[in-house]
T-cell receptor, first 111, second 113 residues
Framework: GESVGLHLPTLSVQEGDNSIINCAYS??????FIWYKQESGKGPQFIID?????DKRQGQRVTVLLNKTVKHLSLQIAATQPGDSAVYFC??????????FGQGTELSVKP | GAVVSQHPSWVICKSGTSVKIECRSL??????MFWYRQFPKQSLMLMAT?????????EQGVEKDKFLINHASLTLSTLTVTSAHPEDSSFYIC?????????FGPGTRLTVL
């Protein structure tokens, strides 16, 4: 079946440093991956996505890397800011458009 | 564009009462809406998939008679938590889908006393 998991539940970084959040998935047939940011008491906010025909995609200060060989993806945030503090989820889209969410990593940015 | 709203944003109710949560897509028509539940410090768990004009499809372990879903139009889906109990206290989030994308609402915090 499909499952998405994260390696670390919490991550603390210094302001200005780069952050790397990891995610593993089990279904090799997964072909669409999404990263979401969720601030306390709010709904998930789309950050960036990547399809399985790519191994890297860049956005504004964020980069997603996909390694299909080991079924792993990561979210890199450059020059992390206090406003980046949130829980980050990876998700994969299954049948019928269902999203399967990973455990989540809580990112804490120290000033 | 692609804004999804939920109402209410928070609700407190007594045990045994029913609570209705609305999910609206404000600027697009959503053929499919999804309902999630999230407990503190946990991930989002899909409860059900709601399609306009048809019965909702519930995930395994979710009681359809307890969590009533109605998708009356392409812009509105409602989730009714019937006979609520304290263990139903959670953060309920909806998302609306269009063109293979999903847009999330801000969530509704339900507290059952």
């Amino acid at each position: 079946g499909e499952s998405v998991g994260l390696h670390l539940p919490t991550l603390s970084v210094q302001e200005g440093d780069n952050s790397i959040i990891n995610c593993a998935y089990s279904n090799s047939a997964s072909d669409y991956f999404i990263w979401y940011k969720q601030e306390s008491g709010k709904g998930p906010q789309f950050i960036i996505d990547i399809r399985s025909n790519m191994d890297k995609r860049q956005g504004q200060r964020v980069t997603v890397l996909l390694n299909k060989t080991v079924k792993h993806l990561s979210l890199q945030i450059a020059a992390t800011q206090p406003g980046d503090s949130a829980v980050y989820f990876c998700a994969t889209m299954g049948q019928g458009g269902k999203l399967i969410f990973g455990q989540g990593t809580e990112l804490s940015v120290k000033p | 564009g692609a804004v999804v709203s939920q109402h209410p944003s928070w609700v407190i109710c007594k045990s045994g009462t029913s609570v209705k949560i609305e999910c609206r897509s404000l600027d697009f028509q959503a053929t499919t809406m999804f309902w999630y539940r999230q407990f503190p410090k946990q991930s989002l768990m899909l409860m059900a998939t709601s399609n306009e004009g048809s019965k909702a499809t519930y995930e395994q372990g979710v009681e359809k008679d307890k969590f009533l879903i109605n998708h009356a139009s392409l812009t509105l889906s409602t989730l009714t938590v019937t006979s609520a109990h304290p263990e139903d206290s959670s953060f309920y989030i909806c998302s609306a889908g269009t063109n293979n994308e999903q847009f999330f609402g801000p969530g509704t915090r339900l507290t059952v006393l």
